[in-house]
């Protein structure tokens, strides 16, 4: 777990940049909205577009932009970090690694850091608006939604290959689908589930298979 933190923490700097501008476009959206009172009073909307809630009925063009970027480039850190030893060293964690114990203390490190990440945003963009209630499903649904589109991310990397271009396809329209569709009883078995599966079914070599051959 150790080597997978500092991976992780290596990722995170090599993408502070990016980091940044991802913080930067939070930062305009509050600004947007809050020099704009009256409307804030009436629409909590924009209040969940900016924690990234799914399945706004009324959102507009620009507002679904700032949440398909939120998750993708959430998906795009997970794929870094998951991908490290693949990129790096395959060999070496094939020959030397237990394939179930790296998959668990990755998805344990994953699911650690969506969950720090998204209630430091979620409390943090509740601060700029303090008027809001701030209810228990604006802070679990958007966690979930965030775990669920990765959990599915990973399950396609394990079974598809990460350098297949289906991969690409089926993370595109899945993050669509959920985002547009989103039901809490069907994400949630969705979750667990994939989980299960990858826990039961994952092999480096099937990977190896997938992403070289």
Known sequence: MRLQLKIFLKILKQNLLWILFGVI???LGIIFIKVKPKEIKFNIENFLILIGYPNIKKISFVSSLLIIFQIIFINYLIYLYYSFEFDNSFENI???INHKKWLINKLALIILF???IKLLEIFVIHLFFPTIHLKIDFIFIPILYCLS?????????????YKNILSLIFILLVNYIVFNFFNIYIIAFAFIFLILINLKY?????IYKNSYK
């Open 25 to 27: 476009l939070i930062g």
């Open 114 to 116: 969506i969950f720090i």
């Open 149 to 161: 589109t990765n959990i599915i991310f990973i399950t396609i990397l394990n079974f598809l290959g």
């Open 94 to 96: 094939i020959l030397r």
């Open 202 to 206: 994952f092999n480096f070599k099937i």
